[in-house]
C-alpha cells in the first residue's frame, strides 16, 4: 500500500529552527508537496519538490531524496504565527495525491 | 480571501435530514475536488470533476452526492448520514486534473459538519 509518515505533532520555541519530517512509500513519485494549515483555515500552498535537492523560499526551505523516499519542511526564525499543522502530499506514478495526516506544530514563546 | 468559498462553515444535522454544501471558485480553475478531513487522519479524497465532468469517485457511500453545474461551482448534496460522517469537509480547485507541473490546489475553509 501507499504510505506517508510525518510526526504527529511538534513543539518548538520562538525564533529557533524546526524540521519536519515527511517520509513515503508510494507507486511512482511525480512530486511532493508540503501545505499549511491553521486551525479552522484552508490549506494553503507552501512548497512543491520534484528534483532532489533544497529549495529555498524565504523563511522556509523543502528539501527531497527521491532515492530515500524522504523530505523535510525547514522552518527558520520562528514566529507565533507559524503554530499551524503542516501536510505532505506526494503525487504518485497515476497522478493520486497521497496525503499524510499532517503534523501540528506548536510553538512557544 | 482564499479564492474559495465554502458555506455554510458549519452545519450540523440529524442523520434523516437533506442538506447541501456548496463551494465556488472565481480563479478561472477548471477542476474542482471533494475532500474529507477528519482529525489525525490524511485527507481523503471524495470526488473530482474535471472540465465539468466526474472523473474521480473514491468509493463514496451513496448518501454523498456531488453536482458540477458548471466550472465554478461545487456542490455536496447529504442524505440519511451517519454520525461517522461527522467531518470538515474540504473544497479544492486547481488549473488541471493533476498531471501537468505542480497543479497546486486552492482550498476553501471548509464545511465542518456535525450529524447527529
Known amino acids: 500500500g501507499q504510505n506517508i509518515d510525518q510526526p504527529t505533532e511538534m513543539t518548538a520555541t520562538e525564533g529557533a529552527i524546526v524540521q519536519i519530517n515527511c517520509t513515503y512509500q508510494t507507486s511512482g513519485f511525480n512530486g511532493l508537496f508540503w501545505y499549511q494549515q491553521h486551525a479552522g483555515e484552508a490549506p494553503t500552498f507552501l512548497s512543491y519538490?520534484?528534483l532532489d535537492g533544497l529549495e529555498e523560499k524565504g523563511r522556509f526551505s523543502s528539501f527531497l531524496s527521491r532515492s530515500k523516499g524522504y523530505s523535510y519542511l525547514l522552518l527558520k526564525e520562528l514566529q507565533m504565527k507559524d503554530s499551524a499543522s503542516y501536510l505532505c502530499a506526494v503525487r504518485d506514478g497515476n497522478y493520486q495525491l497521497i496525503w499524510g495526516a499532517g503534523t501540528k506544530l506548536i510553538i512557544k514563546p | 480571501e482564499t479564492g474559495v468559498t465554502q458555506t455554510p462553515r458549519h452545519l450540523v444535522m440529524g442523520m434523516t435530514n437533506k442538506k447541501s454544501l456548496k463551494c465556488e471558485q472565481h480563479l478561472g480553475h477548471n477542476a474542482m475536488y471533494w475532500y474529507k478531513q477528519s482529525a489525525k487522519k490524511p485527507l481523503e479524497l471524495m470526488f473530482v470533476y474535471s472540465l465539468e465532468e466526474r472523473v474521480e469517485n473514491n468509493s463514496v457511500p451513496s448518501r454523498f452526492s456531488p453536482e458540477c453545474p458548471n466550472s465554478s461551482h461545487l456542490f455536496l448534496h447529504l442524505h440519511t448520514l451517519q454520525p461517522e460522517d461527522s467531518a470538515l469537509y474540504l473544497c479544492?480547485?486547481?488549473?488541471?486534473?493533476?498531471?501537468?507541473?505542480?497543479?497546486?490546489?486552492?482550498f476553501g475553509a471548509g464545511s465542518r459538519l456535525t450529524v447527529l
Open positions: 519538490n520534484v
Open positions: 479544492a480547485s486547481s488549473l488541471s486534473g493533476g498531471t501537468s507541473g505542480a497543479n497546486v490546489l486552492t
